[in-house]
């Protein structure tokens, strides 16, 4: 745990030593990173918008091609939001009470599903900005039996926009003298903004 912890305080350190290393198997590593923090619903801790935000920057810096990377982790994140849409499908088939889905926090599906009630099916694209909920979307998506058709329009366009604003960011100011000397608080602050929708969400229900 405290790896991981440092690997997310440290994300541009890490990840232009795994460059330096390792050349071009580091998109691969993005890819995958964004591919299961979208895709595997047991798996919403993963560093998704700060990652974007250095991956952004590393680019700005030489580090990344952003021309071929912003396409392949958009490519990424469709594919994972589609790989938790047919895992939901199946759950769907397959589970009588879907309130008590073996690895899943029923406090995380049922604040999943409020988000569904405000936002209806634009849901699947502002869910892209708030942890966890953006891990689960497209599986209760799939829970509710939402067309796939429908589904796939606001995945894609949930994607683009996510990983375009996240990664333009980090190209844009990523490299100000600031905010590359106190990176680990920007990225703190990354966190902090995006999941402070679901504490106002929880605020408002307890009030």
Same mark, same amino acid.
Request: proline share 3%; with cysteine.
């Given at each position: ?22 050349? $071009? ?8 990173? /964004?591919?299961?923090?979208? !895709? ?9 918008? &700060? ?6 920057? $590393? ?14 982790? $958009?490519?990424?994140?469709?594919? !994972?939001?589609?790989? +938790?849409?047919?895992? !939901? &499908? ?5 589970? *009588? ?26 849901? /699947? ?19 509710? +039996? ?8 606001? +995945? ?13 960011? !980090?190209?844009?100011?990523? +490299?100000?003298?600031? /905010? ?9 602050? *990354?966190?902090?903004?995006? *999941?402070?929708?679901?504490? /106002? ?7």
């Amino acid at each position: 745990m405290a790896a991981l912890f440092d690997w997310f305080l440290h994300l541009d350190t890490h990840l232009a030593a795994f460059a330096a290393s390792h050349g $071009m198997l580091v998109y691969g590593v993005l890819f995958a990173v /964004i591919l299961v923090e979208t !895709g595997v619903v047991v798996l919403p801790f993963l560093p998704g918008d &700060s990652l974007l935000f250095v991956a952004g920057a $590393m680019a700005a810096q030489g580090t990344f091609s952003l021309a071929l990377l912003l396409p392949l982790l $958009m490519a990424a994140a469709v594919a !994972g939001d589609a790989l +938790n849409f047919a895992a !939901g &499908s199946f759950t769907r088939r397959r589970a *009588i009470d879907t309130q008590k889905i073996p690895l899943l926090k029923g406090e995380h599906l049922a604040r999943t599903r409020s988000f569904f009630d405000r936002h209806g099916k634009k849901t /699947i694209v502002l869910a892209r900005f708030v942890p966890v909920v953006r891990t689960l979307a497209a599986f209760v998506a799939a829970l509710g +039996n939402m067309a796939y058709p429908t589904f796939f329009k606001f +995945n894609v366009i949930g994607a683009v926009c996510w990983v375009a604003l996240l990664v333009g960011a !980090g190209y844009l100011f990523g +490299n100000v003298a600031w /905010i590359a000397s106190h990176l680990t608080i920007v990225l703190l602050g *990354i966190v902090g903004l995006s *999941i402070l929708p679901g504490l /106002i969400g929880w605020f408002k229900q307890r009030v």
